[in-house]
C-alpha cells in the first residue's frame, strides 16, 4: 500500500500559478502510476492528469492541456502538478492519486475508479 499526502495549493488570481505536490511512502513508489483529479462541492471527481512510473509517458485532460504539467521525483517519492494560466473554472480540491504500475501505454480518459490510493486533498481557488 502507498499513502499519499498533498501540499501546495491557495488562492490565486486568474492567470496565475500554483504548484501541489503529492508525498508518498509505504510501498515502492516507481511502480505506481500517478495521477491528479479535482473535485468541487456536487461535482464527480473529474481527472486532471496522469504520469507513468518513470515520467515516460503523461496524459492531460483537454481542460488543462498546455496549461498544468505534472512531473514526479521518484527519488524523493514526490509528484508534482505546476498549474499555470489559471482559470476561475479551475477551482477545486486536488486529489493526488496512485494505482500499480500494469504495463501499456495510457491513454485517457482518466476515471477515478481505476485509482486505488488517494490522499486527503488540497484546496485551489481561483478567483477575482
Known amino acids: 500500500q502507498v499513502q499519499l499526502v498533498e501540499s501546495g495549493g491557495g488562492s490565486v488570481q486568474p492567470g496565475g500559478s500554483l504548484r501541489v505536490s503529492c508525498a508518498a511512502s509505504?510501498?515502492?513508489?516507481?511502480?505506481?502510476?500517478m495521477a491528479w483529479f479535482r473535485q468541487t462541492p456536487g461535482a464527480e471527481r473529474e481527472g486532471v492528469a496522469y504520469?507513468?512510473?518513470?515520467?515516460?509517458?503523461?496524459y492531460y485532460e483537454d481542460s488543462v492541456k498546455g496549461r498544468f504539467a505534472i512531473s514526479r521525483d521518484n527519488a524523493k517519492n514526490t509528484v508534482s502538478l505546476q498549474m499555470n494560466r489559471l482559470k476561475t473554472e479551475d477551482t477545486g480540491s486536488y486529489y493526488c492519486?496512485?494505482?500499480?504500475?500494469?504495463?501499456?501505454?495510457?491513454?485517457?480518459?482518466?476515471?477515478?475508479?481505476?485509482?486505488?490510493?488517494w490522499g486527503q486533498g488540497t484546496q485551489v481557488t481561483v478567483s477575482f
Open positions: 509505504g510501498d515502492t513508489f516507481s511502480t505506481y502510476s
Open positions: 492519486a496512485a494505482r500499480r504500475y500494469t504495463g501499456g501505454l495510457f491513454g485517457g480518459p482518466l476515471n477515478a475508479a481505476d485509482f486505488d490510493y
Open positions: 504520469i507513468s512510473p518513470f515520467s515516460g509517458h503523461t
